[in-house]
């Protein structure tokens, strides 16, 4: 990206700027760089407000001692190596944005304190209390720089000697002072965030996990392994104290943890030291029973049951160890490390993601008094800024690169004293904004720190001090670039260097007004763009001056008056073209200010004033010689005026354009089409009413006039159309969404009344007369392929142009309905709103939108666009569903969709006078309904839909293809109890090998939430045969709530035992509790007892079905959420039953092949 140049040579050697900006009230500034600048480039102080100098970060409580803060601002000597000296110049441009805030007074140094004094009071206040904590950093290093480059303690002492100019002496001197202060208190910031596939140690198949911290020193290691005779189980309980151990939480049941907890661990000595983190799977004591509990499908996990038994009740397990040493870690890191096992019998044991950071918990605060982290930092980078670019001797711009000792010295700094990334990049943008006041920055690098700033600002909450800077440094940078703006004659010249820096620096205004920090912090309407005129038309006024002032005559007399007018003019005429063919340009693409109009309008009237007043000083004295000389400046305004007509021209144009466009208004009531099109419109009926008087008598020659005329209104309805279609495109490009929609509306209709004027055209000039005359001399074919086939073609463009225009308002509607849709996605960090709450923003806007259209639209026009924008509007819909990749927060987002779906479905029919019924319904709409019912749906209501459908299958299933089972069922409501009695099976498949097979019933009533204390039943086994007797009876203690809940069902499963391996999967059946004689609801109940004898039970013959595998859409819904023990214990069930039925289908077809005849 070009850099914009603000070289002081360059920018202020006209006399005029040396009269301008800098010296309106003096602000407290940054305590540094501001400095500096006073003294160096005091044309270019930041004009800035609030102090700067006493923030504070968020970590750091420190606060400046009772003295005031500005006797302790850092200052430079009065000359700064490799740096210009520009003179000072006074303020002429005072801008509003100033106005919003309070004015702070500094103390400065005495003015008549010479250089010597002031670069000495300088290097004892500020200087060597920033080297003091940079000899202390290096002193106290913890881990090494990103940087690609290692340093020596020695490279960095001979750099901070180099950039805060310290001599040999002063360097001893304050190296004994720190060789002598307190060491800090070294320490360790470890944060546990997540981990990831872990082992499964409990019978489930997950573990409870969680962590053990500590660092061990090279000593304690060493004893701790000595000391064990065998591997001990906690090797870092044992190793320390339990008070120097930090555990994190135990999260149940999973084996992807996450935890996001932080812990600070101290230790003495970097050398020797390792991190130590050992992952456990927390067990409670739990006897064997309960452990079986848990375990009622298979024996998959029975090596684990065995193993929790020989297990010592209480005992953690051991999932894995991170072990590192502190002299490998960089300053900071953020990395996933793997678990490493103890032995090899688990090798993959996951990883870990680690975030470490090495920092001072406690640091002498006596090197610095008064000043906290954030403060020496903003002072340590300044100056280094200032040594690196003084050493500098490209004529480039600076791009923020610094050497490497400076880079490691500023990451060592932060890290130990834990500042943020918001406050090192606040403080680099404080640093860079000011730095390009004075020398020339890569513009890229503004634009860089604006961006991480408002990255930061959405991320975290920034101090009330550092809030306080930053809107200051936002501020001071308009108010400089705002300056420099009204100053663009000179500082960017009409060269192909300066004019890309001039829209640079606007490109930089505006972002600076776009970012939140910004908005949130200043209280007044700031607009970049009045600004930015406000400051050309001041800085034409200026510059208008000063011209005045350079021609001035040098006498009295009418002809040496006359030439400096006409100097003057010419300078007007020059700059007037400038700004039309180079400036203009730049200004409308940055901040949409057209500069050449207002400089024009100012200069014409500043040069009228001037004009008027010089005639009437030559009024009575004119002579035949002054007439002759002032033809040349009525040649010269002449030219000037030549620019006027131009401007009138695009002026003219553009209302022109306007009034065509403008909707004619009659009371309250808007007439939906415009007054050029009504004007097209009325052109045409003349042509009609003339063709109607001539009554052409030859029909031949009237057959070719009609084919003339109609050929020619065609085209001029076309010729309308498109040039309206591209008046309204490029004014659309510039105008504000209201704006765009109104003018589409406005075209749109346009177009449909023309459409209907084409349409009335065979009537208005009677082609059913002309064809009864012509029929004789001119075929049936003939006639309609010329003159119908015209219309028609000219309607058919219509139609494609309203088509058009219809899709570009449904898109522009449906890029606000995308963003209020994507405003309706739950995150953590957005507060929880009720369904109703999130879906209103769309509904008001849709309901404001439609309202409108319906208002400004024809009726046949509405009604296309309704299609259209609901049919994308479900589009929009069904992708954001789709997107929500979040499992946490689908549910809620989903139902939220569908009551949204819901509304709009009722919005669009509008009570049967919008889109009819079976137009919404599309199949798109009928997939997202059922996509959205089931994902907004929490995980029991699932099981019941699952189970609901079971049951509809079972009713409507044809055959006994796997046999049946015969039940006899009731339910006595006067004591709650559900009656299954089993009769027999009938036609059962042979599972043994002998042909036959030992069935046996497995009643369990589902679902399991509504049924949770009720334990399933078996009949006997019996053995070798196919149509079993059984006759057994169950009771189920059941209420009839429950029954009647929904979903409820009795599932039976019929299975064939087996003595050594898994009994065999016969068939299954669902019987719905509300189709058992006692359910059904009926009677007056009180206190949950019917006034009705009970009814009989009833014999139900239900016909035994298999699971098709992966084919039900619900199941696997539930098999996604995986935090759900209880639905995922479900889901393994079934998925269970459909891989019995796969595997008996497999055997019985096996079977057949082998044995045909059976």
Known sequence: MTSFHMDVAITWTHPTLVTTFCSSNPQEVDFLFDSFIKDSAPALSLVHAGPSGSSSDSNMSTQRETTSSEDHLLKPPEQTPGLPRVKQFSPGHVRKLGQTRKIRHRRDFKDEENPDEKACHFKELELKPLYKELLYTIAHKMGTSASTEDFADRQLHQYIKEALTMTESEHNSLMDKVQNAEPPVYCLMATVKEAKGILGKDVSGFSDPYCLLTILEDEEERRTRRSRAK????????????????????????????????????????????????????????????????????????????????????????????????????????????????????????????????????????????????????????????????????????????????????????????????????????????????????????????????????????????????????????????????????????????????????????????????QKMNPADFQVH??????????????????????????????????????????????????????????????????????????????????????????????????????????????????????????????????????????AVPIKHSSSAVDLAACIQPVCDLWEQMSWPDPEEAFMLMVKITEDVCKIVVTYCHSLKDRVRMLSKNCDHGSAINMLCVVVNDLEYLRSVLARLPTQLNWAGLRERTQHVIGESQFHNTLPLQ??????????????????????????????????????????????????????????????????????????????????SVKILHQMASEHSQQEGLIVFCHRLLYTLQCLEQCFHGEGNGLPLNVLHSDEYKTLNAYLTHHSLSSRHLVDKFLEGKIWEQRVIAGEKYGAVTLLTSYRRSDQRLRVEVLNAVNLLPMDSNGLSDPYVHLCLEPYHTFPLVEPCCTQIKSCDLNPL????????????????????????????????????????????????????????KDGLSFHPDAPPAQIRLPLTHPKPNENKILKLLESRKGEREIQAFVKKRRQREKQSKEQSQAQRAHFFFHPKI
């Open 791 to 872: 219309v028609q073609q000219a309607q058919g463009i219509l139609r494609r142009e309203i088509r058009s225009a219809l899709e570009t308002l449904s898109r522009k509607l449906n890029t606000d309905i995308e963003t209020h849709v994507r405003g309706m996605s739950t995150r953590k960090r957005i507060p929880p709103k009720s369904t109703e709450d999130a879906a209103t923003p769309l509904m008001r806007y849709l309901e404001k939108e439609l309202h409108y259209m319906n208002e400004n639209l024809v009726q046949e026009n509405f009604n296309s666009l309704l299609t259209p924008l609901w049919n994308n």
């Open 1030 to 1085: 059984f006759d057994e009876a169950f009771e189920f203690l059941v209420g009839l709530n429950q029954c009647q809940a929904p979903g409820a069902c009795l599932v039976v499963t019929v299975l064939d035992h087996d003595t050594l391996r898994t009994d065999d999967f016969e068939g299954e059946a669902f019987l719905s509790l509300k189709d058992i004689p006692g359910v059904a609801r009926g009677g007056e109940e």
């Open 530 to 667: 009045d600004e930015v005129a406000d400051a050309v038309q001041t800085g034409t006024q200026e510059w208008f001056t000063n011209k005045k002032g350079l021609h001035q005559p040098m006498t009295k007399e009418p002809s040496e008056i006359i030439s400096a007018l006409s100097r003057l003019i010419e300078e007007v005429r020059d700059d007037i073209k400038l700004n039309k063919d180079v400036w203009n340009r730049t200004f409308v693409s940055a901040v949409q200010v057209d500069v050449f109009t207002a400089v024009y309008e100012k200069l014409d009237s500043l040069l009228a004033t001037e004009v008027r007043e010089t005639l009437s000083q030559m009024e009575g004295h004119i002579d035949q010689g002054l007439a002759n000389s002032l033809f040349p400046v009525y040649l010269s305004l002449q030219v000037i005026r030549k620019d006027k007509a131009f401007l009138q021209k695009s002026i003219r144009i553009h209302f022109k354009y306007e009034s065509q466009l403008q909707p004619l208004h009659s009371g």
């Open 231 to 518: 591997a001990s189980k906690y090797v870092v309980k044992d190793a320390v104290s339990d008070d120097e151990i930090y555990q994190t939480d135990v999260k149940q049941q999973t084996l992807n943890p996450i935890w996001n907890e932080t812990f600070i661990l101290e230790f003495e000595d970097i050398v020797g030291a390792s991190f130590h983190l050992e992952m456990w799977d927390k067990d409670e004591e739990v006897s064997l029973t309960q452990k079986l509990e848990e375990f009622t499908t298979n024996f998959s996990s029975l090596s684990r049951i065995i193993k929790e038994v020989k297990k010592e009740k209480g005992t953690d397990d051991f999932l894995g160890k991170i072990v590192i040493k502190l002299q490998d870690l960089h300053c900071t890191e953020d990395n996933w490390y793997i678990l490493e096992p103890r032995t090899d019998t688990y090798p993959d044991r996951g990883q870990c993601h680690l975030n470490l950071k090495f920092m001072h918990k406690t640091r002498d605060d006596t090197l610095s008094p008064g000043r906290n982290a954030y403060i020496n930092y903003c002072g340590i980078l300044q100056q280094f800024v200032l040594s690196y670019i003084s050493k500098q001797k490209s004529s480039t711009p600076w791009k923020g690169e610094l050497c490497g000792e400076a880079q490691t010295l500023l990451e060592h700094y932060a890290t130990q004293n834990d500042l943020s990334s918001f406050l090192q990049d606040l403080a680099k943008w404080v640093a860079y904004s000011k730095l390009c006041q004075s020398i020339e920055v890569d513009s890229s690098l503004l634009l860089q720190q604006l961006t991480c700033v408002e990255y930061h600002w959405h991320q975290h909450e920034l101090p009330q001090q550092q809030k306080q800077e930053l809107g200051d440094s936002l501020h001071g940078f308009l108010h400089y670039g705002l300056h420099l703006v009204s100053k663009y004659r000179d500082v960017f010249p009409p060269t192909p260097s300066a004019t890309p820096k001039l829209h640079t620096l606007l490109r930089i205004l505006v972002q600076i007004c776009k970012t939140q920090a910004f």
